[in-house]
């Protein structure tokens, strides 16, 4: 077993005995605080998709997060509502069913990712960059002014959404619930990077001209990514807003897009658990730090700066050592 494969291992058990060991020790706050730390984890793991792999620095991946807590709360609120969702050629019957929800947010997010994405990715470098943010920005203006369904103010879910066989009100049990779809987008992203086509994501990165050479399509290859990255980042999002039972235009704002990609950065961009542990340590630095000071973002950057400066493979890469290519 590699030293990597070992911190892997270390950090999934770590995240998965937190939970239990704070119900042992009469502290559920914390069984919270894990469900949050799997569910960023998730989002980051799709952002590494695009990013780790891709070299895709987006900053719009809180549009695909936005749009995911939405789609939730959109079904939720028609559920309670008892009216169906008119959209136009059909009509879709609110629901708090998990599976319908996650269907329709990964649906929400997947066609978000390829809408962006068929533009954004005709641009590369700081173009890309700009580009994202932008439609980012235009998602999160247009929920603002979107009284239908809260506008500014957000939208409250009355009823947190149920799984066959799950009694998800328990916070344990929707901790599993999120923890087994961590670990499905974990196995996603495996077996994308171990694949032809990760390979030939790669090789764009790092030579798109060379890749178009032999004959394949970089903008295929990049824009299937960003579409499959967009999906696993809604699905985190409809997560998210269920376990806030709230979700809100902040959601799909620029400053969620930049958290996920300091949690990229700071766990290791491109490692399989890089994603997981730097939503861990984010966490950690939110709940510790901003317990002690309003201005707790000026240390997280602190250590931002030190993993940029010190640790370029994030918290991963200094456990771990530099990525090898087998």
């Known amino acids: 077993m590699s030293r990597e494969t070992a911190i892997n291992v270390t950090l999934a058990l770590i995240l998965l005995a937190m939970p239990f060991l704070a119900l042992q020790l009469g502290k559920p706050f914390y069984v919270t605080l894990a469900t949050r730390m799997a569910i960023l984890g998730l989002a980051a793991v799709g952002l590494n998709l695009a990013l780790g792999l891709g070299g895709l620095v987006s900053f719009g991946h809180a549009a695909f997060f936005g749009a995911g807590g939405y789609a939730a709360g959109i079904l939720a609120s028609h559920a309670f509502a008892g009216q169906p969702l008119n959209l136009g050629l059909f009509t879709l019957p609110g629901t708090n069913q998990m599976l319908v929800v996650w269907s329709v947010a990964v649906l929400a997010g997947g066609l978000l990712a390829a809408a962006i994405g068929v533009i954004s990715l005709r641009t590369s470098g700081v173009y890309f960059i700009m580009i994202t943010l932008a ?192």
């Open 135 to 326: 439609f980012a920005q235009m998602t999160y203006y247009f929920a603002i002014s979107w009284p239908a369904y809260g506008g500014e103010d957000g939208l409250s879910i009355t009823i947190r959404n149920v799984a066959p066989g799950i009694n998800t009100l328990i916070p344990i049990n929707y901790f599993l619930v999120c923890y087994a779809l961590l670990l499905t987008a974990l196995l996603i992203f495996a077996l994308i990077r171990g694949s032809r086509f990760g390979a030939a994501l790669q090789a764009s990165r790092q030579n798109e001209l060379r890749v178009a050479s032999i004959g394949i399509a970089p903008f295929r290859i990049r824009l299937v990514a960003f579409i499959i990255s967009g999906m696993i980042t809604a699905l985190s999002g409809a997560l998210y807003a269920d376990l806030n039972r709230f979700v809100s235009p902040s959601m799909l704002s620029w400053h969620m897009s930049g958290e996920l990609i300091i949690i990229v950065v700071l766990g290791g961009v491109g490692r399989l658990w890089g994603p997981v542990a730097g939503a861990m340590l984010f966490v950690v630095f939110e709940f510790v730090l901003g317990g002690l000071t309003e201005r707790w973002q000026f240390f997280l950057g602190l250590a931002l700066l030190a993993v940029v400066l010190f640790a370029r493979g994030g918290l991963i890469g200094f456990l771990a050592g530099r990525m090898r290519h087998g």
